[in-house]
């Protein structure tokens, strides 16, 4: 009997893990446990929510960062989330929105990247990478209208064409490629300008690393969702670079002296906004 499972699910093997569960075991998807009954009917639930991310180019590669701060309605969830992960060896993902159904989906797609490997023996092309997240958010819709939306940023190398890319969604599972740099979440229309006018040409990572905390600390200088660098409790954001060498989780300590840089020359300038 052991056997004859095994070999039935060797025969409808496939390369995508998440058509795999969708196939056998649908009730295990993200997006699959829609709230049911008057409560999914009334308003929204109060759940938390994860903002905001900002990714930009430099040159050589690709960087993204993401504050730490969750809210639920007016309540501070949380200040210690984390809202970029390493997706595979050569991209990153950054995720806004609910923050329970977000994590959820990465891990899934964190899986359906390594499974892909392990069926195919070769990585996923990276426009096969956001080909593949835009599937997964699609299949979020029905959450999504109930007001448990999911929208992240994708970034990588593209190791056939040697440079890194930028990748934003829509609700739908829309993709788009974005040049130079972008932002999603609330505090997203702050973070933009901040980056319009920050960020230039073939940044070192260095210079990539603090125009990202300028733009986070602008972002949370004007959102309340957004938490800015926390010198109290020693936080700081999350911050990945993926370049020919693969994804790197930026060091506490190189946080630590880009958040005070900032802190330190907006307090020597003295201005109100």
Do not use: C
């Not at 990247?113 to 299949?139: P, V």
């Not at 974005?178 to 230039?200: C, I, P, Q, T």
Request: hydrophobic residues 45%; without cysteine; glycine residues 10%.
């Amino acid at each position: 009997m052991q056997e004859s499972t095994a070999n039935q699910v060797a025969a409808n093997a496939t390369s995508s893990f998440t058509e795999h569960l969708q196939r056998d075991r649908p009730e295990l998807l993200p997006f699959s446990r829609s709230p049911q009954g008057a409560a999914s009917a009334a308003a929204p639930l109060q759940v938390p929510h994860a903002t905001t991310i900002v990714a930009m180019s430099y040159d050589g590669g690709v960087l993204m960062a993401g504050d730490r701060r969750a809210t639920m309605g007016n309540i501070i969830a949380s200040r210690h989330i984390e809202k970029v992960f390493p997706a595979d060896r050569f991209s990153v993902l950054g995720i806004a929105g609910t923050a329970g159904i977000a994590i959820d989906l990465t891990r899934l797609f964190q899986v359906e990247l390594e499974h892909y490997e392990k069926i195919e023996g070769t990585l996923l092309s990276l426009e096969g990478k956001a080909n593949r997240l835009g599937a997964m958010i699609r299949g979020n819709l029905p959450l999504a209208l109930q007001g448990l939306a999911v929208v992240p940023l994708f970034a990588g190398f593209d190791t056939s064409a040697g440079v890194g890319r930028l990748f934003s969604y829509d609700v739908t599972g829309g993709r788009y490629e974005e040049h130079e740099h972008h932002s999603v979440g609330s505090g997203s229309v702050f973070a933009r300008g901040a980056l319009k006018k920050l960020w230039r040409p073939n940044l070192t990572a260095a210079e990539a690393l603090a125009v990202a905390v300028e733009s986070l600390y602008d972002a949370a200088d004007d959102d309340s969702a957004t938490g800015g660098p926390d010198t109290v409790r020693q936080l700081w954001p999350v911050v990945y670079t993926v370049d020919s060498s693969g994804a790197r989780r930026i060091p506490e300590a190189e946080l630590a002296a880009a958040a005070r840089n900032v802190i330190e020359a907006r307090t020597i300038a003295g201005r109100e906004a």
